[in-house]
């Protein structure tokens, strides 16, 4: 809960019923006992849509989210991954944390789009690890995930 501000989290009554699709993962991550975290996706045809990625707080900055993100990397070695942060803009009140946020997967292997998520609670901009940003495999991806109520564009 507190690696996402309230406004960036879906329910988690509609967390779980999306996760009924076959296509979404919702896994928590585990180093032997220990909770490291969890991720939620949908994959795709081409892309793996990775849209939380938590690390359990008292474990972060020990490198499990490049560990988990390797992970990912392997299962998906000929889908690129997606995610979306909050814009890196100076007016930001948390301007530190998205550029923090942004050097932190630009390090693990992810470029900026410049392709945009809007929705009712903003925009976010989409990253991802493939040479050419998928827009419509991350379109279809969200379509998929929400049963295609989520209501949302992607443009620049």
Request: hydrophobic share 35%.
């Amino acid at each position: 809960m507190s690696a996402f501000p309230a406004s960036e989290r879906f329910s988690m009554p509609s967390l779980l019923t999306m996760a009924l699709r076959r296509s979404v993962k919702f896994h928590a991550i585990y180093d032997n006992d220990v909770f490291c975290g969890l991720t939620y996706y949908v994959e795709g045809k081409d892309t793996v849509y990775l849209t939380y990625l938590a690390v359990n707080k008292q474990l972060r900055g020990q490198g499990y989210g490049s560990k988990i993100l390797t992970l990912l990397e392997n299962r998906f070695p000929d889908k690129q991954i997606i995610i979306d942060i909050e814009p890196v803009v100076k007016s930001a009140k948390n301007y530190e944390q998205r550029v923090s946020r942004l050097r932190f997967y630009e390090r693990n292997g992810f470029h900026r789009t410049n392709q945009m998520l809007k929705d009712s609670d903003g925009e976010f901009e989409a990253l991802t690890t493939g040479k050419k940003f998928n827009k419509l495999g991350f379109i279809r991806d969200l379509k998929k995930m929400s049963f295609g109520f989520y209501q949302f564009k992607v443009e620049k």
